[in-house]
């Protein structure tokens, strides 16, 4: 396998994204992000989906997450309704959950997935509805944190990498 | 888990997307947070994945060509990494080479991603005595995006036997000689355990110092006194400068006489006696450990016999040192029969028998045994390891422990035992007639021994020559 470039560049897993492989999960994602964007926002949307498929392709999932949705923030309304948010959303869902199909253990990585998907959208939801932006912006950074973190100390435990607590 | 700067990057997307809703006010930003946040911790969950199934699984072996070497050899070790399946990670393996170890190539071996295996073949050189063992492995793995390191493997161990000599030979004249050191009388009466002496009761006596069987046979009371075991110190001073790494490559001078010292040194440790170290180089004193019976001063003293090493020799024009104390003096002597100019002016700097001390003190045998002995006042025993190549010094050296009350032990490695080839017979004969000539008049200094220390095949060969000269008539030519 040659890596390129590009592979370089992209902030993808090689476990995942084997860099000189081209990733079908992942261009189906974007596919099904370009079909959603045009159907809720027809030109705009194909626009914005060609956008996000190219951050994908030259810079890895998460700059393509972070393109789409800033371009999605100038374009939407404040006040949409949950259908077009479902709607918009449901491409980058894919996005992310397509290389878990390359992991070792498959269903371990979707459950970890959505166990993380909800605890993080959980803590944000209830930041936006008890206050504001701010807070729901604090307890999403916040609930990311502690989500990368509690991973950590479990990799800890299961490489039997804590010392002993008595010797 | 350690994430790489590309994770710290897109993690940090997520306090863009933030910032961006906050200023924009549209809550649509945030909804992004939760999907790069699933995206990293299911990648992060799947990394763990991998690394705890290469963690079970991988393998990492030592194989040597054997597992008892000797001091300074160089031995050949294959490392061995398998994994049963290939990982798309990259793997990197750092194995745990001991750490008093030369190794040829010490980078870490990569386990390709289609690949099941990697091995490197090394060499290792194991320059210090004692058993090692291999630490387990340091298996790097990575994936872009986070980075962990775990062990593997459990160490392999290899002996490292300090460079021993079969055909040693210590004696006098061709004879061996048993060289005793353990217990000693002192001749005094005192506390003790060994009974001495019994005699009548005198006041002051300790009451448990009665003999009562002689007491009853006799009509006064008596009392048994006992050898006081005192504690005689071993002073070993050991000569390793250039001219005693003569000899070949397992049997050297310093070789035979670091056998000596570590028989003297096993000796004085299970009389309990106390023992120091020092060494001498050519401009130095390399080593001085002070008089101690303790475990750790033997251990010390044991640790630096066995990894001294003969000084590598000066060769460069310059590195020719003062003259022997004994040249110096011939020299002046001549000096007094000559009348011309050169003699006039260089006797004046001859006339100061102050700067003849001064001389020998800079002589690093000399320097040896007097820092062995300084500040000292015990009487004990001063073992001399040196060869004949400085007989001047030594004689001044045995003379200086003498002064200081010591029996003095000299072991002299002589340099034609260890010449090879002996292209000329006769004259290496001649060279240890000369030698043993030496030896005697040593030994013959009052409480001083002085013992030959050198192959035995070699000393074999020169006394044969030695027999052959006498012929059956007695003449010897």
Not at chain 1, 146 to 165: C, E, K, N, T
């Amino acid at each position: 396998m040659r890596t390129t470039t590009l592979d370089r560049l992209r902030a993808e897993s090689t476990l995942l994204a084997p860099p000189g492989r081209l990733d079908w999960a992942g261009v189906g994602a974007c596919l099904i992000i370009i079909a959603s964007l045009t159907g809720l926002l027809e030109g705009i949307g194909l626009a914005i989906g060609l956008l996000t498929a190219l951050a994908w392709l030259a810079f890895g999932t998460p700059y393509a997450i972070a393109v789409g949705h800033v371009l999605l923030v100038v374009t939407l309304p404040t006040e949409s309704s949950w259908q077009t948010i479902a709607l918009a959303e449901v491409g980058f869902v894919a996005l992310v959950l397509a290389p878990i199909v390359r992991a070792p253990r498959p269903g371990a990585g979707v459950l970890a997935a959505i166990l993380a998907g909800a605890f993080v959208a959980s803590a944000t939801l209830f930041g936006l509805a008890i206050s504001g932006l701010w807070l729901a912006a604090a307890l999403a950074l916040a609930a990311t944190a502690l989500g990368v973190y509690a991973v950590h100390r479990i990799g800890l435990v299961r490489l039997d990498l804590l010392p002993d607590a008595h010797p | 888990m350690r994430p790489t700067r590309r994770l710290w990057a897109s993690l940090a997307l997520c306090v863009v997307l933030a910032a961006v809703a906050i200023i924009l006010a549209h809550p649509l930003a945030l909804a992004g947070i939760p999907v790069i946040a699933t995206w990293a911790i299911s990648h992060q969950w799947a990394f763990l994945e991998e690394c705890v199934a290469i963690d079970a699984s991988l393998t990492v072996e030592e194989s040597l060509e054997t597992h008892a070497v000797a001091v300074d050899d160089t031995t050949e070790a294959t490392i061995t990494a398998t994994i049963p399946r290939p990982t798309s990670l990259h793997v990197d393996i750092a194995p745990g080479f001991p750490v008093a170890t030369r190794v040829s190539n010490a980078t870490p071996l990569s386990i390709a991603r289609d690949l099941t295996q990697v091995n490197r073949t090394v060499d290792i050189t194991w320059p210090v005595a004692g058993r090692h063992r291999f630490d387990p492995a340091t298996i790097t793995a990575t994936d872009g995006l986070l980075t962990q390191s775990f062990t593997a493997g459990s160490g392999t161990a290899v002996t490292v036997e300090p460079r021993s000599v079969d055909d040693i030979h210590v004696g006098a004249g061709g004879e061996r000689h048993a060289v005793a050191y353990g217990d000693h009388q002192t001749d005094r009466t005192g506390p003790g355990t060994e009974p001495a002496t019994v005699r009548e009761y005198a006041p002051g006596d300790p009451a448990n110092w009665i003999d009562w069987n002689a007491s009853a046979r006799l009509p006064e009371i008596h009392v048994r006194e006992f050898q006081v075991e005192s504690d005689h110190a071993l002073h070993l001073v050991v000569d390793h400068r250039p001219s005693l790494a003569e000899g070949t490559d397992d049997r050297t001078k310093l070789d035979m006489l670091r056998l000596v010292a570590l028989s003297l040194l096993h000796s004085a440790r299970r009389s309990d006696d106390p023992v120091g170290l020092v060494t001498a180089t050519d401009d130095t004193i390399a080593t001085h450990i002070r008089p101690g019976a303790d475990p750790n001063t033997f251990a010390a003293i044991r640790r630096r016999l066995l990894v001294m090493r003969a000084d590598a020799r000066d060769t460069s024009p310059t590195a020719r040192g003062p003259i022997s104390a004994t040249k110096a003096r011939q020299a002046v002597t001549a000096l007094d029969d000559d009348d011309s100019a050169f003699a006039r002016t260089l006797r004046p700097y001859f006339a100061d028998s102050g700067a003849y001390h001064q001389r020998v003190a800079d002589r690093p045998l000399y320097e040896a045994v007097d820092a062995a002995l300084t500040p000292s006042g015990s009487r004990g025993l001063t073992v001399i390891l040196t060869d004949d190549e400085h007989p001047g010094e030594l004689t001044e050296a045995i003379g200086r422990a003498r002064s200081a009350g010591q029996s003095v032990l000299v072991f002299l490695a002589p340099t034609v035992l260890f010449t090879p080839p002996m292209a000329d017979p006769e004259a290496a004969y001649e060279r240890y007639v000369a030698f043993e000539e030496y030896r005697r008049e040593l030994a013959a200094t009052p409480g001083v021994s002085a013992l030959e220390v050198g192959p035995r095949d070699a000393l074999a060969e020169l006394l044969s020559i030695g027999r052959a000269r006498r012929t059956p008539g007695g003449v010897t030519t």
